[in-house]
């Protein structure tokens, strides 16, 4: 049973469009939930952590807020640049050190 | 400043040939962890240590070793590879239990 599910698998947007991606979870004892940005042939690059429902951050473009199921990426009037998969991780008081990561959405922003 | 390093960048090697995988960080970092990236499945955490000689079983530890000799240098072995053993491998390295941060991949292929 998955305990992170991103939605959309993937999401084609155009530029200005503004969308937002899910991650829900289904884990007991949130320690905190994670965004990365990943592109091609790179590494994940950590964008946000949140730690309890309510909490918000923004970066640029980006707004990652939570609630106690579910967390959405807001993408506010996206770039070309923006274009990457988004990944998201969640820490749990079973889980130990480890991360456990959603599949991911695919991004694709066309000028 | 570098962050996390992995070397190889990649390598192709054929069923049972042995090889290590280097990954270094610059950061300081009590943490690391080696995951692996495989087609329409989320980040699995293989091994991972929480300070200089010790490590500890992940989600997929099976046919892998790990040592962390050096608090900056954390090795991923693969003593008889096989075809599934074929994936993109990631370190990762964090302070504490604070968000990880990954290098950019070595991409592993088993003939």
């Known amino acids: 049973e998955d305990q992170v599910t991103q939605s959309p698998e993937a999401l084609r947007l155009q530029e200005g469009e503004s969308s937002s991606l899910n991650c829900s979870y289904t884990v007991s004892g949130l320690r905190g939930l994670f965004w990365y940005r990943q592109d091609p042939g790179k590494g994940p690059e950590f964008l946000f952590t949140l730690y309890s429902a309510g909490e918000e951050k923004e970066k640029e473009r980006l707004k990652a807020t939570l609630t106690k199921k579910e967390s959405f990426l807001h993408i506010t009037a996206p770039k070309p640049e923006d274009s990457a998969t988004y990944l998201c991780a969640v820490s749990d008081s079973n889980s130990g050190y480890a991360l456990n990561f959603g599949k991911g959405t695919s991004l694709l922003v066309t000028p | 400043n570098a962050g996390v390093t992995q070397t190889p960048k990649f390598r192709v090697l054929k069923t049972g040939q042995s090889m290590t995988l280097l990954c270094a960080q610059d950061m300081n970092h009590e943490y690391m962890y080696w995951y692996r990236q495989d087609p329409g499945m989320g980040l699995r955490l293989i091994h991972y240590?929480?300070?200089?000689?010790?490590?500890a079983k992940g989600e997929v530890p099976d046919g892998y070793n790990v040592s962390r000799l050096k608090k900056q240098n954390f090795l991923l072995g693969l003593e008889s590879a096989a075809p599934s053993q074929t994936s993109v491998y990631f370190c990762a390295s964090s302070y504490l239990r604070q968000p990880q941060h990954f290098g950019d991949g070595t991409r592993l292929s088993i003939l």
């Open positions: 240590s929480v300070g200089e000689g010790t490590t």
